[in-house]
Each structure stands twice: as structure tokens, then as C-alpha cells.
T-cell receptor
Framework: ETGVTQSPTHLIKTRGQQVTLRCSSQ?????VSWYQQALGQGPQFIFQ???????GRGNFPPRFSGLQFPNYSSELNVNALELDDSALYLC????????????FGPGTRLTVL | KQEVTQIPAALSVPEGENLVLNCSFT??????LQWFRQDPGKGLTSLLL?????REQTSGRLNASLDKSSGRSTLYIAASQPGDSATYLC?????????????FGKGTLLTVNP
């Protein structure tokens, strides 16, 4: 059984650019959630995908979007990057969308200059 | 809207000491309460999960309690070790309709000195 993996590990972008972050969920998990963790803060819920459909969204603007693929891996896309988007982006997978324990990946550190 | 607060923000203790980390939440309709460990710049490792119907969970030197009526949870670490140094995060899981999401506190930065 493999754990949750994320790529890339680190990324540096400039303001206005677009970025795609990737996540492979744990084997057998059909639900993926994305979180943003700014320095010194707790993770903030961005959105969740369940069986390829968005299944809930936090307080993030539409320029944050996502996809989930048939193999349940997922992408987080951020358009028109802003300086405040600099953060650790965490992906978590769970067995179902119904309140099961989430397993987190190591995260992608995004720096926007 | 769920809000989670953790006290203290930072804690420094000598090796061997027993310690308690505190977490409070505003919405008692949580599905479960989780404690996570985060090492600098790394992802989250789940330590303990307490279902809403439970009062506590134990794993090794760790014991977590949940009191939904008062909106509080504590993480007790016995006989602390330098390897316990990390940020500890608590998170309440609530239903948002069709999905369940975690609401995190800002964490407690624990330093255990040899």
C-alpha cells in the first residue's frame, strides 16, 4: 500500500503566473481534499473531490480550481498567482467523503515572487 | 462556522516532563476530533482520532480526550522526549452537507530540551 504523494516538492513562480500541483491518493481512497497552510498558520480547507466531482469548497476564490481523475489522483490549479498564495499546499486522501480519517501527503511548498 | 483555538502557541519543557496541550472548538456538532504532528516544512502525521461518541483515545505515551459539551480536547504526552519536538495541530471534522472537512487550529510548537 502506497501513501499519499505530491509533486513537485518545491516551486517558485512570479505574480500573475499559473501553477498546477499534483497529488496521488493512497491506494483504495476515492476522496481527495486540498489545504493551504500559510507560514505559522493551521491548514485551511480549499476544496474536496469525491469520485471526480467537487464535493465542497472553502473560502477560496474561483482562480483556485481542481480536478480528480478516474484513478483518483488530483490536481490543484491556481491562476493569476498573488504573493499571498505563497504557502505549503497539502493534499489528503480518505476512504470516502463521509467523515473518515484523512491521510496527508508531504506537501508542495509554493513561493510566489 | 467552526473555529478551533489552541493554547499555548508554544511550549518548552525539559525531557521527561509530562505535558498537556489544549484545543477548544466552537461547534460541538463535530464528527470527530483529530490530533496531528507536523515537523518543520513537512506534511501532517495523524496521531489520534476521537470519534464524537468517544471520550478518549490512547496510543503509547499519547492520550487525547474529547469533551463535546464544553468544546474542548486535550492531548497528554507522558515522559516527553526530544524527538517529540514538533508542531501539534488539532482539527475538528464537521459535515458541510455532502462533504466532511477539517478545521484546524494554528498549532502548538513544542520543544523538548535534552
Amino acid at each position: 500500500e502506497t501513501g499519499v504523494t505530491q509533486s513537485p516538492t518545491h516551486l517558485i513562480k512570479t505574480r500573475g503566473q499559473q501553477v498546477t500541483l499534483r497529488c496521488s491518493s493512497q491506494s483504495g481512497h476515492n476522496t481527495v481534499s486540498w489545504y493551504q497552510q500559510a507560514l505559522g498558520q493551521g491548514p485551511q480547507f480549499i476544496f474536496q473531490y469525491y469520485r471526480e466531482e467537487e464535493n465542497g469548497r472553502g473560502n477560496f476564490p474561483p482562480r483556485f480550481s481542481g480536478l480528480q481523475f478516474p484513478n483518483y489522483s488530483s490536481e490543484l490549479n491556481v491562476n493569476a498567482l498573488e504573493l499571498d498564495d505563497s504557502a505549503l499546499y497539502l493534499c489528503a486522501s480518505s476512504l470516502t467523503a463521509g467523515g473518515r480519517s484523512e491521510f496527508f501527503g508531504p506537501g508542495t511548498r509554493l513561493t510566489v515572487l | 462556522k467552526q473555529e478551533v483555538t489552541q493554547i499555548p502557541a508554544a511550549l518548552s519543557v525539559p525531557e521527561g516532563e509530562n505535558l498537556v496541550l489544549n484545543c477548544s472548538f466552537t461547534d460541538s456538532a463535530i464528527y470527530n476530533l483529530q490530533w496531528f504532528r507536523q515537523d518543520p516544512g513537512k506534511g501532517l502525521t495523524s496521531l489520534l482520532l476521537i470519534q464524537s461518541s468517544q471520550r478518549e483515545q490512547t496510543s503509547g505515551r499519547l492520550n487525547a480526550s474529547l469533551d463535546k459539551s464544553s468544546g474542548r480536547s486535550t492531548l497528554y504526552i507522558a515522559a516527553s522526549q526530544p524527538g517529540d519536538s514538533a508542531t501539534y495541530l488539532c482539527a475538528g471534522e464537521n459535515s458541510g452537507g455532502s462533504n466532511y472537512k477539517l478545521t484546524f487550529g494554528k498549532g502548538t510548537l513544542l520543544t523538548v530540551n535534552p
